[in-house]
Every structure is written in structure tokens, then in C-alpha cells.
């Protein structure tokens, strides 16, 4: 892939896609506003990375690793959107923001600011 970013914004398409049903390469263009022949590029890149495959109706699944990595995005996503709304952030604004910072925020300052959500005394 070409940036972490992209990886992970596929990946977590993918999950949250999954968790409504089966994932086709159109759905994931349209929730991505990519072309679907992006999209297709993306996801034999994601394959050969080992994070998803396709079955023979081409169906799209998530690999352990491809799930572990998006529920690891995801949970820095809700982190972040859940900080943002505590200050104040309108919640739209806050969950484009968080979107936006979850792909450079590292583990430590994740638990960091994990443990502000969790416990917020």
C-alpha cells in the first residue's frame, strides 16, 4: 500500500463493512470516494500484505492480522472522537478530526489518552 494511512482506512472500511454484512470492492469505493478500479488495486495490494482475501463470489474478508489492525484503528478512532466531544467538539467535526489523527498517534500516547476516556478522574 501506498501509505500506512491508506492501509489503515481500507482496513477499517473493510471492518465496519463486514460487521453489516458481506464486503464487495464497490461498497468499499463508495465508502472510501474512490473509483472502484482504485479500489480493486487496493485490495490485491492489501492481499499480498496479508491482511485480506477474497472468496470465489469475491467477497472480501479480513485476515486475523487485517482485523487486529482495524480494531486497533478503530479503537483510536473512538478514543480520539470521545476527547474531542468531551471538550466540545461538534461530534461531526470530531469524528472527521479523529480520523485524521489516528493514523499518526503512537501506542504510548494512545494508552495515555485511553486512560483519560476510561477514567476520567
Known amino acids: 500500500m501506498k501509505s500506512k494511512r491508506a492501509t489503515e482506512d481500507y482496513v477499517k472500511t473493510i471492518y465496519q463493512l ?8 464497490c461498497q468499499i469505493a463508495k465508502c472510501l470516494s474512490v473509483s472502484r478500479p482504485t479500489a480493486l488495486m487496493s485490495i490485491r495490494i492489501l492481499s499480498e500484505e496479508g491482511l485480506v ?7 472480501i474478508y479480513l485476515t486475523e492480522k487485517g482485523i487486529k489492525l482495524a480494531q486497533k484503528v478503530e479503537a483510536k478512532h473512538r478514543v480520539l472522537y470521545e476527547l474531542l466531544v468531551m471538550v ?4 461531526e467535526i470530531a469524528s472527521r478530526d479523529a480520523c485524521k489523527m489516528e493514523h499518526g498517534l503512537g501506542e504510548e500516547s494512545f ?11
Open 53 to 59: 482475501y477474497q472468496d470465489d463470489l469475491k467477497n
Open 18 to 25: 463486514s460487521q453489516k454484512g458481506k464486503v464487495r470492492c
Open 88 to 91: 466540545g467538539v461538534d461530534e
Open 111 to 121: 494508552l495515555a489518552l485511553q486512560s483519560l476516556v476510561r477514567d476520567p478522574d
